[in-house]
Every structure is written in structure tokens, then in C-alpha cells.
């Protein structure tokens, strides 16, 4: 899939960057597509997403990058990007998918050299911070057993709101999950 690079432009002015304390969440770009495989293509990124397929198929990337930057699309991209602290151009991706009433669902993933370095709670909590679509309220949902984006959300302020399920594309299965909110100001 070719992308369009004026879309490309367009997201990248409208979508402001927001800073962590090792990293940046910017809007993705057409360069993140290598390291955005690499990482997505690990299958124990893919068992931890509901969307990811195992293996990642020739062009879902290239795919992913297209449909984050379609301005129709009301999903908002991150990619954690380390370069300016020596760290990887890519370390993950956050992604906030709005729901009604001011509330959104916030999703992530983090590369595998970077579990347990404080990544994605360092993101979350400057996604929260910056609340860039100004939400009353953040839901996520973890699978039940992914402890450590458990801890990521609870650390982050979210609290515990009940169990639920839902498909997971790499397991070709319905994961057992928990549903976590947090109460913006």
C-alpha cells in the first residue's frame, strides 16, 4: 500500500506532539515502518494486542501507518519515539480511539527490549497529563493475563471497573479481560 504523503503531512501538523520524560508521542511517519514491523511482527507483542495478527502479513504496517494518518479515522496515533534521549526512533505505540461523551479508550504496546524500563507508564501518564481530545474519562482493557500493562494503568490512576472479553486476531481466540477508568479533570 502506497501513503499518502500529504495526509502524512496534514497529521503531523495537526496532531501536536506530546513530550514524557525520555521520549516524545508523535504522529507516526512513513520511516516508522521498519522498526513498526520489527516490533509489531514479535509474537509476544501480537498475543498482548487485540488487533495485531501472527505472523503480521506483507503490508500491515505500511497499512497501519495509512489508516493512522487517514484524517477520517478517529483513532489517534502515537509512536513513542526515544531518538532525542539515544534511545529508538520507535519504542511503541499509544493509540486513543474516542467513544462518546467525552470519554475515549487508550490502548498500547511496547517493544520487547523495553519491558520494564518504565516506557509505557512514563507515555501513559503524559497521554493523560496532555488529555489531548480533552475526555472526561479514559477507559482501557487488559487482558487478564498481562499483569504488567495491569500495573501500567493502575499506576497511571486508573482504577478497576469490572471483567469482560474480547477477540484477540493473533490468539484466533476471546481473551478474558479487565476494564479499567480513570476520571479526568
Known amino acids: 500500500m502506497k501513503l499518502d504523503h500529504t495526509i502524512v503531512r496534514d497529521i503531523a501538523v495537526t496532531q501536536v506532539p506530546i513530550k514524557a520524560d525520555r521520549f516524545t508521542l508523535r504522529a507516526p511517519k512513513t520511516s516508522d515502518v521498519g522498526l513498526l514491523s520489527l516490533y509489531a511482527g514479535d509474537k509476544r507483542v501480537a498475543m498482548a494486542s487485540r488487533s495485531l495478527p501472527h505472523p503480521l502479513p506483507p503490508g500491515a504496517t505500511e497499512a497501519f501507518i495509512a489508516r493512522s494518518l487517514d484524517p477520517k479515522v478517529e483513532l489517534h ?3 513513542l519515539d ?4 539515544g534511545l529508538s526512533e520507535v519504542l511503541g505505540v499509544m493509540q486513543l480511539k474516542p467513544l462518546e461523551r467525552g470519554q475515549s479508550e487508550v490502548s498500547f504496546w511496547v517493544a520487547p527490549s523495553f519491558w520494564g ?10 497521554l493523560v497529563a496532555a488529555n489531548p481530545l480533552g475526555d472526561k474519562t479514559m477507559f482501557a482493557e487488559i487482558f487478564q493475563d498481562n499483569q504488567a500493562s495491569a500495573r501500567v494503568v493502575t499506576n497511571a490512576g486508573f482504577e478497576y471497573l469490572g471483567d469482560a472479553e474480547t477477540f484477540s486476531v493473533a490468539r484466533g481466540a476471546r481473551v478474558p479481560t479487565w476494564t479499567y477508568v480513570r476520571k479526568l479533570d
Request: aromatic share 6%; hydrophobic share 40%.
Open 77 to 79: 496515533t502515537y509512536i
Open 82 to 85: 526515544g531518538e532525542t534521549a
Open 117 to 126: 524500563t518504565g516506557i509505557a507508564s512514563s507515555a501513559l501518564n503524559a
